[in-house]
């Protein structure tokens, strides 16, 4: 049996140099408890996008701006498990953010487990 400890990002066909700790949420309908004067009332339900949240090393051949351009990309979350995730629209959201730890970046998309 595999355990999952490190991830690994391709988008657009180019596998990414990426550090350790990437997070997926697959997305899909999320619950919510409501509650009430009286306690627990049931749940309510959204429709959340799928999230990658990830951190490129900042190399000379990685450019801040061409990761904040990504659109609807083909992207892949594949496990050192086996488990791969992919989304064939996936876009960054928020402006990616250069540290001295990298690029750290958040994409949404429509993800599935193949």
């Given at each position: ?81 086996g488990t791969s995730y992919v989304s064939s629209d996936a876009s ?23």
């Amino acid at each position: 049996m595999a355990i999952h400890g490190r991830a690994y990002i391709t988008i657009g066909g180019r596998r990414y140099n990426t550090k350790e700790g990437a997070t997926i949420k697959i997305g899909g309908e999320a619950g919510e408890a409501v509650v009430g004067d009286s306690g627990f009332a049931g749940m309510q339900y959204k429709h959340e996008a799928g999230q990658v949240d990830c951190t490129f090393i900042a190399s000379d051949d990685v450019k801040l701006t061409d990761i904040q351009k990504i659109k609807n990309a083909n992207m892949s979350f594949d496990s050192d498990n086996g488990t791969s995730y992919v989304s064939s629209d996936a876009s960054n959201g928020p402006v990616p953010e250069l540290s001295k730890d990298g690029i750290k970046a958040t994409f949404y998309g429509t993800f599935k487990e193949v």
